[in-house]
T-cell receptor, first 112, second 116 residues
């Protein structure tokens, strides 16, 4: 496997900030994705990082450190609709170009 | 119409029955994937295909088979369904550009399969 680890569950309150971490161990790293998935629905794309640093998109930001095998997704000004599972996925070079390897997901619950 | 369409959306079947889940796409993507999702286990890859003549096993292919009938169609079959194949199944697509840049997957809406 690709040893992609993320916390199973997190909780936060509306209006707060939450950081969801993802660590990975893989050869041929070629990019990291974050997806959001509401219960019973398909995952939807949130962000992509291939170089070190922070990518910001509105209330959501994603950070990558390739040397540490570490990424995080930062959600600001939390809203009830942000309650969902957040999936970290790694892309590799080599014969499986384009295939994504997924972590088990972090279930975020936002309380009022 | 959705870019990636899965049928059926929901299915209940009996143990031992053969069942086929279908996926079709209008994205023009060459790569197609079948995943299953179980609570707490994330998305696990069953089979994938990088073009019509290419079929590859994923992490959990036992008990499943696939057919890539055309670039736009990729079907998943359970030859003899068993209860532990009860899960949410997703089809996904990507294209040759997936190796570069932020081109990830386009997912279908999923098929909820229950084997009783």
């Amino acid at each position: 496997g690709q040893n992609i680890d993320q916390p199973t569950e997190m909780t936060a309150t509306e209006g707060a900030i939450v950081q969801i971490n993802c660590t990975y161990q893989t050869s041929g790293f070629n990019g990291l994705f974050w997806y959001q998935q509401h219960a019973g629905e398909a995952p939807t794309f949130l962000s992509y990082n291939v170089l070190d640093g922070l990518e910001e998109k509105g209330r959501f930001s994603s950070f990558l450190s390739r040397s540490k095998g570490y990424s995080y997704l930062l959600l600001k000004e939390l809203q009830m609709k942000d309650s969902a599972s957040y999936l970290c996925a790694v892309k590799k070079r080599g014969s499986t170009l384009g295939r994504l390897y997924f972590g088990r997901g972090t279930q975020l619950t936002v309380w009022p | 119409d959705a870019d990636v369409t899965q049928t059926p959306r929901n299915r209940i079947t009996k143990t031992g029955k053969r069942i086929m889940l279908e996926c079709s796409q209008t994205k023009g993507h060459d790569r197609m994937y079948w995943y299953r999702q179980d609570p707490g286990l994330g998305l696990r890859l069953i089979y994938y295909s990088f073009d019509v003549k290419d079929i590859n096993k994923g992490e959990i292919s036992d008990g499943y088979s696939v057919s890539r009938q055309a670039q736009a169609k990729f079907s998943l079959s359970l030859e003899s369904a068993i209860p532990n194949q009860t899960a949410l199944y997703f089809c996904a697509t990507s294209d040759f550009r997936a190796a570069q840049g932020d081109y990830g997957y386009t997912f279908g809406s999923g098929t909820r399969l229950t084997v009783v």
